[in-house]
Each structure stands twice: as C-alpha cells, then as structure tokens.
C-alpha cells in the first residue's frame, strides 16, 4: 500500500479529532484551544508524554526552531509550541494531512508558532542550518530511503542541533512474509533494528547517538490502541466502510502478535549533528 493512500484512508482524521472534542465538550461552536485537542490529535504511541521525551533529548526550548518531519495533522508540533513556547514548522506529504493540520492549528491560534509545509521528507525545501532541533514519531517506517532523511536532517540542523526520533523497529525472527503483509498493510519499508538505527545515523554524520529500546513500553500501548480503535467502530464504519474497519482490526491483532512474540517492537533515537 502506498502511504498516501495508507493515510487517506487513516481512522484518525481531522473530522474524528474534531468530532471527539465535541463529543467530549457537548459541542464545539465556541473557541476551543490546543488543549482541547491534545487527548485526540495525538496519532503516536506514548501521547504527550512521548513528545516531551523527545523535546528533552533535542533540547529544545523556547528559543528554538523546530523541524517535525512527517508532522501528520500537527499534534506533536502544537504541543511542542504551547508548551515550550517554540517555533515549529511541520514538513508533511500527504495533502489532506497537510491541509488539516494548518486548519486544525488555525482553529486553535497557533498559526503564529506553528506553519505547515508540504514536502518530501528524504528532500528537505529548506536551506541547510535552518533548524535547532528535528523530531519526528513514528513515520520514517513508511519511507524506503531512510539515509537520505536522514542526512536531509543533517543537513538543515545547524552545528550542534539536535536530532530525536522514534520509529518501530524489528528484532531478530521477523521473517520475509511478515515484512511483506507490513509493507502491504501500512506500508512499512526496509524496517531497521535499534542497530541498524545506530549505524544510519553514524553513516549520515551524527554523533552522540543513543537509542532506547522502548518494546515493553509500546506493547502495552498497542492493546490499548487496538481497544480504542474497536470503540471507534461506528464512527469508522460510517466513514470508510465495513471492510476498512475490518481491515485496521486485522492490522492491529497482528502487530500485537509479533510484539509478543519479540518479533518487533519500538525504539526511541536522538544525535547531535
């Protein structure tokens, strides 16, 4: 499955996040603010506490500019902005993921801080040295060629900058089928393990590289995204359909299979450049 399409079809959408705040609010006709989004727009594993994390190991702070590669409807990036008091712009290329995080970011009044720019994550539109710190969660997966993002993130960090991600990862047994309904189901490309991670990062010019093994952690997550995926069942079916519902149900049973099994597992990573 190509990711445009693995993302046009994502159960967590902009029209979900805004329809959960209005369940949750008994209606959302008056102003609503970042917080009010942050329990639904977050589509990574760990919430706001997983962005945090990689805000400390890329140091960043109020006087900072951010680079979130991959930055989806923008949940990590308003975060990062309200609470650090950042600049942060999102680099996104799906369009319609792109689209919704700048109307989701406007609805709140973060366009100040928060900017949205479509583009390819392994080909930058940025000069070199125009960020302080790059994150990103949970998408490098979905792109074939992760040395060029990677050395795309090299190059616009300025000397010093900081680089801090997470990604699923594999560990030893994952065999070729299961690489290969992963790629066809969410596609998931050239899949590394943490020293597959260690050793692209070294090869891209970074340093200082640590990588935790965040597997126990992510386990325990994954059952609990699987159950809120079934709560959503009404509101997925009524979008995309019996069968896309079914499809994602089947998806997360077998993530939570191969995590059991230490077939695959997460990994958090951050460098200096």
């Known amino acids: 499955m190509r990711i445009i399409d693995f993302y046009d079809q994502h159960p967590i959408s902009e029209g979900q996040v805004l329809d959960a705040v209005g369940r949750a609010r008994g209606g959302i006709d008056g102003t609503l603010t970042a917080d009010d989004l942050f329990p639904f727009d977050q589509d990574h594993y760990g919430g706001l506490g997983a962005v945090d994390a990689l805000a400390r190991r890329a140091g960043i702070s109020a006087c900072s500019r951010v680079l979130d590669i991959c930055a989806g409807l923008g949940g990590p990036a308003r975060f990062l902005a309200s609470r650090r008091g950042c600049r942060v712009v999102g680099v996104e290329l799906n369009t319609g993921r792109a689209s919704g995080m700048a109307r989701l970011t406007r609805r709140v009044g973060l366009q100040h801080a928060v900017t949205v720019v479509r583009g390819d994550a392994t080909a930058l539109p940025f000069a070199a040295a125009r960020f302080d710190a790059c994150v990103s969660q949970e998408a490098l997966l979905h792109v074939a060629d992760k040395s060029a993002v990677l050395a795309e993130a090299h190059r616009v960090l300025v ?39 260690r050793t692209l990062l070294g090869r891209a010019g970074f340093r200082a590289v640590e990588v935790e093994d965040l597997t126990d952690e992510w386990r325990a997550i994954l059952k609990q995204r699987l159950a809120m995926y079934r709560a959503l069942r009404e509101e997925t079916v009524r979008r995309l359909g019996e069968a896309r519902y079914r499809a994602y149900d089947a998806l997360y049973v077998f993530f939570v299979r191969l995590v059991d099994a230490g077939k695959l597992g997460g990994g958090r990573f951050s460098a200096s450049r």
């Open 159 to 197: 000397p010093g900058g900081r680089f801090a991600f997470t990604d699923w990862v594999t560990h030893p047994g994952l065999g070729d089928l299961e690489r290969a309904r992963l790629e066809d189901w969410m596609a998931a490309v050239t899949l590394q393990s943490l020293d597959g991670y």
